[in-house]
Every structure is written in C-alpha cells, then in structure tokens.
C-alpha cells in the first residue's frame, strides 16, 4: 500500500534526524561547556600561537560534523515536510462523500484492492505525539549559547533547543530582530514557546526579564 509505505519511509526518517538531533547536542554540550571553545571561538591567541588548553584537532572534527550533521538534518529535513505534505494533502482531500477508500486505491500502485484509506491511515497510526500538524513544525533557531542563573536557564530552556516557536514568531525572514522584538514587547510577561529537544516537542514559558547579565533572556539563538 504506498500510504503505508509512504508512512514507514516518513517514520524512518524521523528516527534517523531524531538520532542526528541527538549528536548534534552532544557536540554542542561539549563545545559549548564553561571554558570550551564553543561552536566558532578563535583557536589560537592573539599571537596566531594554538591555544594550550583546548585540543584543537579534536575540537576542528567537532565542528567540521557538526556542520555535516546540519546539512544532512536539513537535507532530510526537506524529505519528511514533502513526505507530509503528500499525507496531509491526501487527508485533506478524502471527504465523507468519496469515503476515502477511492482516492486511496487510485493512488496505490500494485494494490487496487487496498481497504484502508489515506485518511483512516493518518488517523489511525499518528506519525507522531501530536499527528500530522505537530511533525510539520520545523525548528528555525539553536540556543547555541545559555548564560547560568539568566531568565531563559531559570525558565526551562536548555544549550541546543531548537526553538519551533517563540511567542508569534515562526519561520521566516529577519528572525533575530522579530525575536528580539517579541522578547522587549513582552517583558515581564510570559512567552509561550515551543521547542524540539532531543527530537520530542516540548511546551515551555519563558518570561523577558532584567537580571544581573546582558539581555532579557540571557541566551543566544542561533537561526538554521
């Protein structure tokens, strides 16, 4: 049945970025860790001489996966949002009138006697937690950097979240300056944000404030 197939493919994917995610925030975590030297810190002094407390072939093979890890993320990525577009599409598409079974045997392939429908398909056996609608949220920004005792560390936010969510900012263009925006507009008051962590969609609250450090937040995003 290509809707199953379609499914099992999209689910297998998500396992293999959900893997990806999980080595992505381990680099981070060593990279990022107090006195490391993060993901683009200079390597040598302002001599040009190596620094003599990191280990710079180490760190170099970090970031250079890291930076493979990224493209094959994006890349497959890419693969599931048009995997779930067919899905959904075809959700969207199967109505009470045709029933769905139809549709669906008209797009299977070898299987024109197929007796489930796209539709029950995606009902049935959600792709995720949250179904269809949740996995096609994709994170556009990294907490790369997380200050200790700041708002955003107080408030649940961890060093490699993907923010998917940050108040009424989604994808798109001039990301920094809207999310520096929505932080100043609502300081004091709490932001409904959503993040991707270690490959799960967790809902947080984070709340704009002044505190000792720089910033409302006290953290740094990183846009993908």
Do not use: Y
């Amino acid at each position: 049945m290509v809707g199953a197939n379609l499914k099992s493919e999209t689910m297998k994917l998500m396992d293999k970025r959900s893997a990806m995610e999980a080595e992505m925030n381990a680099i981070i975590e060593q990279l990022c860790q107090p006195g490391g030297p993060g993901l683009s810190g200079n390597l040598v002094d302002s001599e040009g001489f190596p620094l003599a407390d990191i280990d710079i072939p180490v760190v170099r093979a970090q970031r250079h996966r890291l930076a493979e890890l990224k493209n094959d993320h994006q890349e497959i990525t890419e693969k599931i949002d048009v995997n779930i577009q067919v899905l959904h599409s075809a959700k969207l598409t199967s109505t009470p009138k045709d029933s769905g079974v139809e549709t669906n045997q008209n797009a299977s392939v070898a299987n024109a006697g197929a007796s489930a429908s796209l539709q029950n398909l995606v009902l049935r056996d959600s792709l995720s937690a949250n179904d269809v609608d949740m996995i096609s949220s994709m994170p556009f920004a990294m907490v790369d950097e997380i200050a200790d005792a700041s708002p955003a560390a107080e408030d649940g936010l961890q060093l490699g979240d993907q923010i998917v969510k940050f108040g009424n900012v989604k994808a798109g263009d001039s990301l920094l300056q809207r999310l520096a925006s929505e932080a100043q507009a609502n300081q004091g008051h709490p932001v409904p944000v959503i993040i991707m962590r270690q490959g799960a969609l967790l809902n947080l609250s984070l709340t704009p404030r002044t505190w000792q450090g720089r910033g409302l937040l006290g953290c740094h995003f990183r846009i993908m």
